[in-house]
């Protein structure tokens, strides 16, 4: 008898001092908000999406209290690829070089290869010979820091990765390193190179741009967003399928099988949420409730 009370005792004093539940989600009153919930469709718990901007000045990064606790939440962090794998970063600088030894020399004529090497010496104190291999469209990436009103830049995922680090939340990637690698690999070189040319020259207008599209995320318009991509003129429309529209595709495949196990947290870029083929409409047509959450 002594026994059981004993066990009883225990019982009461651990639920006592057990931790308390997660505060209840709020869903925002319209659908201005990163953060989304999918819930239903055999669910027994709901999981989270959230769009992520690559790159940004870091004071401009913040986290909400609903998306923390929504990291919380989860069983796992999902992001377009591992970001907590060394593997991931060490694999990626070989796997940014074009194939068959193509060099952005042989790509340009002499006249835009020495507008190209100029702009790497003059604006990114960088000689074109140390990236002379590299794929145009990473090399592009480089431009963005240019394009920002600050000089300590982070990223959004970095971000995560040390919030679900802080919460003990294992990261796992859909894609791998490879497989974007191989994405990129599908655009023509000499297509690449264009759009390279084309950022430099006209760096001022897209300033004012990126500018835009920058306030745009940080105000939560996905409406808005999604009239920014239409009337993007970057060159790479004709590539929509493959950079964003398949991806998706695959995407939700993937979390179909993997939100019936546990509830996850999703971080991929923003402009994979948005539109007719972006992951809130093809999780709804999956028959998932796809909610957005308040986010400030």
């Known amino acids: 008898m002594k026994y059981i009370q004993t066990l009883l005792l225990i019982s009461v004093f651990y639920s006592c001092n057990a931790q308390p539940a997660l505060p209840k989600l709020l869903i925002n009153k319209d659908d201005n908000s990163l953060l989304w919930q999918v819930s239903g469709n055999g669910l027994q718990q709901p999981s989270y999406i959230f769009g992520t901007f690559h790159l940004m000045c870091k004071n401009d990064i913040h986290f909400s209290n609903q998306l923390a606790t929504a990291v919380k939440r989860a069983d796992k962090v999902y992001m377009e690829m591992d970001m907590d794998d060394p593997a991931t970063i060490l694999g990626g600088f070989t796997l940014m070089t074009m194939k ?11 006249a835009e290869y ?20 590299m794929k145009p469209f990473f090399l592009e990436a ?18 995560l990765v040390r919030l679900a680090k802080t919460n003990k939340k294992e990261i796992r990637g859909l894609e791998t390193m490879e497989f974007q690698a191989a994405v990129f690999d599908s655009i023509p070189y000499e297509e690449q190179a264009k759009e390279l040319l084309k950022s430099i020259d006209s760096m001022e207008s897209n300033k004012k741009s990126f500018d835009t599209m920058m306030q745009v995320y940080k105000n939560q318009q996905l409406n808005e967003m999604e009239n920014l991509f239409s009337k993007s003129e970057s060159g790479m429309e004709n590539h ?15 979390l179909k099988n993997i939100m019936k196990k546990n509830p996850v947290f999703v971080a991929v870029g923003a402009g994979h949420l948005v539109g007719e083929k972006g ?5 709804r047509k999956k028959g998932y409730t796809v909610q957005p959450l308040q986010n400030r």
Request: net charge positive; glycine share 2%.
């Open 279 to 283: 992951l809130i409409a093809l999780l």
């Open 240 to 254: 929509q399928d493959l950079l964003l529209n398949n991806r998706n595709k695959n995407w939700v495949a993937q």
């Open 100 to 110: 068959d030894g193509k060099t952005l020399e042989q790509l340009y004529s002499d």
């Open 142 to 159: 480089l431009l963005y820091p240019k394009m920002m009103p600050c000089k300590t830049i982070s990223g959004v995922e970095e971000e």
């Open 114 to 133: 020495k507008r190209v090497r100029q702009f790497f010496l003059d604006s990114l104190k960088t000689s074109l010979s140390f990236v002379a291999r």
